[in-house]
């Protein structure tokens, strides 16, 4: 079944969080909603920003995204400026893989997500050991097509 460009549905997403494990709750429904509509990360000052109309305090969308996360359904990157950005942590939605690298701009601080891209690391001895099993994770930085023009 393949359904890479669909958006799951209700019924969809409160299966997804009790096949992780977790009760199927109004503020992780309202995440997994709210992410699966994006290509790029979001951290959980703008997941706040976007979800407080649902009336959810700031510690409870930190909790779920920290329980979604711990679950495997969301992924939690660190793009270099100490803050966490969650995303879907699966195959098939908008060509998300579960490993790719992240973009951010230098100017404007956007981040985007590099699904399509692969790169290559070649460790040479005395690196460490994480870089032969493939246990980082690589960001890219430079300017976005908008600072660039
Ligand atoms: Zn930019
Ligand atoms: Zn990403």
Redesign the pocket.
Known sequence: MKRAQLLASLAEIRAQIRAAGLRSTAPRVAVLQRLQKTS??VSHADLFTELADQGFDRATIYRNLIDLTEAGLL?R?DVGDHVW?F?LRREGQRG?KRE?P?FMCTDCGEV????GVSIRISPVQGAPRSLSAKNVSVQLKGLCDRCAA
Request: glycine residues 0%.
């Open positions: 790029t990360p992924s990157t950005r995303e998300h790719h992240h985007s997500c590099l699904p």
